[in-house]
């Protein structure tokens, strides 16, 4: 089974540029979550899409957003890119079924490294 | 928001030994928690969870403990090798929310 995938792998953009990012999770996973990884602050939680709706949110700025198709896979865009938006970011798979939520492992792609110039 | 945070933001060991991680977590409702390692240029693998209704749950060569008293979580290794060094992170989930991650931990493997 196809891991998940993360594209483009790096990306170098300026000051005010906007940005999109892709994702495809493991087949027959619905939950696609998206995380920012910096040295300063370490892994924090962007949103989690699910069934192509927001189900959960962290504390980024509106310039943040996401979206998912039916196929569950997931874009997310930053725009007005800032400096301090140079980051990995992470998209996580998950089988993601509400019962299941609390239990529910998530594999992790292998990031777009973004660098803002 | 919740925080979960590391003791040891650097462990060193020689091959060989045991490692032990640690990890303290902030939220008394989490009742599920995951270790990661994450390896330079790749995205966290996961190593090992626990739910909290368990102490302890053993791996190869990984134990995970959860002290539910003290909000407190380890992550053991045994007979440390250099394919090892990474850095840690811990996890926690309430029910039905969102991860939080720790900052992580690097541990470096000597030979």
């Known amino acids: 089974k196809a891991g998940v995938t993360q594209t483009p792998r790096y990306l170098i953009k300026t000051r005010g540029q906007q940005v999109t990012l892709s994702c495809s999770p493991i087949?027959?996973?619905?939950?696609v979550s998206w995380y920012q990884q910096t040295p300063g602050q370490g892994l924090q939680f962007l949103f989690e899409?699910?069934?192509?709706?927001?189900?959960n949110k962290g504390n980024f700025p509106g310039r943040f957003s996401g979206r998912q198709f039916s196929n569950s896979r997931s874009e997310m865009n930053v725009s007005t890119l800032e400096l301090g938006d140079s980051a990995l970011y992470l998209c996580?798979?998950?089988?993601?079924?509400?019962?299941?939520?609390?239990?529910?492992?998530?594999?992790f792609g292998p990031g777009t490294r973004l660098t803002v110039l | 928001g919740e925080s979960v945070g590391l003791h040891l933001p650097t462990l060193s060991v020689q091959e060989g030994d045991n490692s032990i991680i640690n990890c303290a977590y902030s939220?008394?409702?989490?009742?599920?928690f995951i270790w990661y390692k994450q390896e330079s240029g790749k995205g966290p693998q996961f190593i090992i969870d626990?739910?909290?209704?368990?102490d302890k749950r053993q791996g190869q060569r990984v134990t995970v403990l959860l002290n539910k008293t003290v909000k407190h979580l380890s992550l053991q290794i045994a007979a440390t090798q250099p394919g090892d060094s990474a850095v840690y992170f811990c996890?926690?989930?309430?029910?039905?929310?969102?991860?939080?991650f720790g900052s992580g931990t690097k541990l470096n493997v000597k030979p």
């Open positions: 996580a798979s998950s089988l993601g079924g509400r019962a299941l939520w609390a239990y529910n492992e998530q594999f």
């Open positions: 087949s027959g996973h619905r939950s």
């Open positions: 899409y699910f069934s192509e709706t927001q189900r």
């Open positions: 939220n008394s409702a989490s009742d599920y």
């Open positions: 626990i739910r909290s209704n368990m």
């Open positions: 996890a926690e989930s309430p029910p039905f929310n969102k991860f939080y």
